[in-house]
Each structure stands twice: as structure tokens, then as C-alpha cells.
């Protein structure tokens, strides 16, 4: 029988405390904002909208925070009546917590992504949001730093 532990790679997806080379580079579990907008498939989107005033976007989640879709404004600007489940944007692209600001702004502009991107662990639980702006300015503050 052979008994399955979580290496290092599952320690960092997990965003748990890291040391050595790795704590030199800034990853997106060092920058991702926490608090995030969340709906239940259940939710009616207008119940969702009211409460999600000040953001663009609500993650769908289920039980444990792991995230089943998204809805971008013109889901919340939709029908009041629908339910997140029926109207949302399912299985949303994902990052782990121990991808580089680096890599994140490679795959965002690859891929043309102007907005948000949602931060898992490896299981799929929602650990937070980074949106580009500011994936962009961290970088640029962290370069300025190093140059002087």
C-alpha cells in the first residue's frame, strides 16, 4: 500500500508560507484580493446584482468556495428572475497561487484578458481575484524597486 503526501508543488497551490528561492518572487496568492464577490447556483441574479453593487463580476461557487462559473456584467444586467446557475459562464479559467505576476500577465494578454482572473487552489476552491491593473502595477513597482 502506498500512502499519498502532498508534495511542495501542493503546498504552494494550497498558498501555504514558503521559504528559500520561492519567497523571492511574487506570486498571485501574494496579491490576490480575498474578498471577492460570491453567489450559490440558486441565487436569482437580481438578489445577486443588489448585493454585488460595486463589482463587474460574482463567482459561482459551491460548497467549500470551489468555484463552478462566473457571471460578468451582462449576466448580472440580465434577467432579475434567472438563477446564477442558469445563466452563468461555466467552468471560468483559473490560476494557482503560485503562478508568477509574470506569468499571469503573459497568459492575459495572450489570451487578451482585460478583467479579472480568479486565483484556486488545486482542488478549485476560490482563494481570491487579481485583475490586471493590477497585476500590471505591482509588477511595475516591484521592477522599480529592484532598480534602485
Request: glycine residues 8%; aromatic residues 4%; charged residues 30%.
Amino acid at each position: 500500500m502506498i500512502d499519498y503526501v502532498p508534495g511542495k508543488l501542493a503546498w504552494y497551490e494550497e498558498n501555504q508560507p514558503r521559504e528559500g528561492k520561492a519567497v523571492e518572487e511574487t506570486w498571485i496568492g501574494d496579491v490576490a484580493d480575498s474578498e471577492v464577490p460570491t453567489c450559490g447556483l440558486a441565487e436569482r441574479v437580481g438578489d445577486v446584482r443588489r448585493r454585488t453593487a460595486d463589482w463587474d463580476t460574482c463567482v459561482v461557487v459551491g460548497p467549500e468556495r470551489v468555484v463552478l462559473g462566473l457571471l460578468r456584467k451582462t449576466e448580472l444586467e440580465g434577467d432579475p428572475n434567472a438563477t446564477a446557475e442558469q445563466v452563468m459562464r461555466p467552468g471560468p479559467k483559473t490560476f494557482r497561487p503560485n503562478v508568477t505576476l509574470e506569468e499571469l500577465l503573459k497568459s492575459m494578454r495572450e489570451h487578451d484578458i482585460q478583467t479579472n482572473s480568479l486565483v484556486t487552489t488545486g482542488d478549485g476552491r476560490l482563494l481570491g481575484v487579481i485583475s490586471r491593473a493590477d497585476a500590471e502595477a505591482t509588477l511595475a513597482h516591484e521592477s522599480a524597486q529592484a532598480a534602485s
